[in-house]
Structure formats: C-alpha cells, structure tokens
C-alpha cells in the first residue's frame, strides 16, 4: 500500500488518517444496507431528481427546514431517518453530497497546513481528491442504476435537465483532475501546465455546489452552508496571495464577511427560486429561537479558526524566509 506512505517510504499519519477518514461514509452505507434499511432500494420507477429551478415544489421558502445534521442519510446512528419508498434516491443523494464535502475538505488542507503549521497535512491531499472523484463516479453510477441502465434515457436526462448538465460538466472535470493525480502526470504535463490544469478544482467545486443547490427543493440549508465555506476557502486563498493567510485581523475580517456573504446568498438564492422577499430570508438569520443559518455557522467557524491558528502559530510559529543579500 504505497500510497499510505511518505516518499522516504515510512508510513504517513496524515494519509492513512485521510484513507480512513473517507472510508467511514461508505462504511455507514454499507451498515445501513446490511440492516435491511435500503430492502427494495432498486425497484420502482426511476426518479430524476429535483426539478431545478422554477420547478415544482419550490413555492415554499424552507426556512423552517431542518437544521444541520438534520434527517436523511446524514444522520447520526440512532436517528433512524425515513428514507421514504425509493431508498436508492437518498443514497444518489448522500453519495453525492459527500462528494461535495470532500471537495472542501480538500480545498481546506492547504489552509490548514499553513494555519495551524502542519506541513506534512499537504501529503493527504491526493486521497482526499481523489476519493472526491471517486464518490461522484459512484454518485453518477447509482443515477444510472436507478434510471435501469438506459443509457439512452442518462444522455437525454444530462441534456436536457440543467442540474444534471452541470453536474455532468463538473464531473468530467473532477476526472480529469484524478487522472493526472500521480507523480508521472507531473513529470509528463510539466509543473506549470499540471498546476494550471489543477486549478479547475476551483469552479469544479462551485458547479457542484450549484448542482446541489438546484436538486433541492425546499430547504438549502447545506449547500448556503457549503458555499459559504467555499466563498472562506477562495478568501483565503486571496489574502494568503497578499501575504495575510495567518494574519489575524485578516482571519476575522474574512470570517464575518463569509457569514454575511452567506446569508445574502441564502436571500438571494431564495429570491430567484420561490419569489420570497429577501428581508424575510435575512431577519430569519436573525432569529435563534428556532435554528441556527449557515450564515453564522460559517462566520462562527472563522472566527474559531482565527483564533485556533493564532494559539497555534504562538506556540509553533511559521519558519522565517531568508531572503538573499545583495
């Protein structure tokens, strides 16, 4: 098992961790199924999803959904979550959204190898990508399933249902990634161009977050969340350019404007989805009575972070760069 070790070939903590990590979601798949939860997952008519954008279903705001960690697949051991007459639906479903987490997870190693001064974190990358593509292959196999193999029917569903063309679109993106995500695609493609082409992960991960946003129905809960945790990782990324990654008050500044950010895209998405004034969406943020919004799970992880990093970096500061003399 090579891939679990460093290049000196000891094992790595970080990858094994990582492999193991992104194992358990299939493994409590898997669990549930041996249970006899998914018993006639794969009879009955197919089902296409969610009607995107302007469909059916989409006349209620959702703002009383459940909150984080709420039913479905995504819930804890003793939940026992409904998952209603087409069980393999929800597992397209949990599949695909763990796909997405992934991403993040991914995009989230190069910040934290910097914020909290863990070098060897960069090394779990790769099996955090690659898996990431992994579980969309899955995803989109168990779509097929579900539609009874017609491929036919999987080509004219992609080409005419917007969701599905995007999710498509990000797919062959995230395979493309994975299929050059070993030593020898470097040494063929060149560092430049392999760094380039490695930069797709970017909007890859944005038309999966807008996949996602766009199969539910009622309550976008998880993808605001998802995209405000994105909209922090690409914040990042830009003050880390101008050399405030680690820097504080940056680190603050980045998380309320992310929280903000969140809410307005909650507001916004909820606009053009259902028609629901956008102050109603924004006071909801500002109700606790009920459920916490993304908005402010985002702006509090921020923060939680600013202040994890600058306990860290006191402790553990970041090596200082020598610069040449003259």
Not at 111 to 136: D, Q
């Amino acid at each position: 098992m090579s891939f679990l070790r460093e290049r000196s070939g000891k094992w790595s903590p970080e990858k094994i961790i990582a492999f193991i990590g992104v194992l358990l979601p299939l493994g409590w798949l898997l669990w549930r199924a041996l249970s006899g939860e998914f018993a006639g997952a794969f009879s009955g008519p197919p089902n296409l999803g969610g009607p995107g954008l302007g469909g059916p279903g989409l006349g209620a705001p959702g703002l009383g959904g459940p909150g984080l960690g709420g039913g479905g697949l995504g819930a804890g051991p003793g939940d026992g979550p409904a998952l209603g007459a087409r069980p393999i639906v929800e597992v397209i479903r949990y599949i695909g959204e763990w796909s997405i987490r992934l991403l993040l997870v991914t995009l989230a190693v190069t910040p934290a190898r910097r914020l909290i001064n863990w070098p060897k974190l960069l090394a779990a990358r790769r099996t955090l990508g690659v898996a990431a593509m992994s579980y969309v292959l899955i995803h989109f196999g168990l779509f097929i399933v579900d539609l009874n193999g017609d491929l036919a029917m999987v080509t004219r569903e992609i080409v005419l249902r917007i969701y599905l063309t995007i999710g498509f679109v990000a797919l062959i993106g995230l395979v493309a990634l994975g299929s050059t995500s070993w030593d020898g695609a470097v040494q063929r493609l060149g560092t430049e161009r392999w760094n380039y082409l490695h930069m797709l992960v970017y909007p890859i991960t944005a038309l999966g977050i807008l996949h996602f946003f766009m199969q539910q129905k009622l309550d976008v809960t998880e993808p605001t969340l998802m995209a405000g945790l994105f909209f922090w990782l690409m914040g990042w990324r830009i003050a880390q350019r101008f050399g405030r990654g680690t820097d504080s008050l940056a680190l603050v500044v980045l998380a309320l404007a992310s929280g903000v950010l969140t809410a307005l895209i909650e507001a916004g998405w909820y606009l053009v989805a259902t028609g629901v004034d956008p102050k109603l969406v924004l006071e909801a943020n500002l109700a606790f009575d009920y459920s916490i919004r993304p908005g402010w799970w985002v702006a509090g992880l921020g923060l939680a972070i600013a202040l994890a990093s600058w306990l860290t970096l006191r402790v553990r500061p970041l090596p200082v760069r020598r610069t040449a003399r003259a």
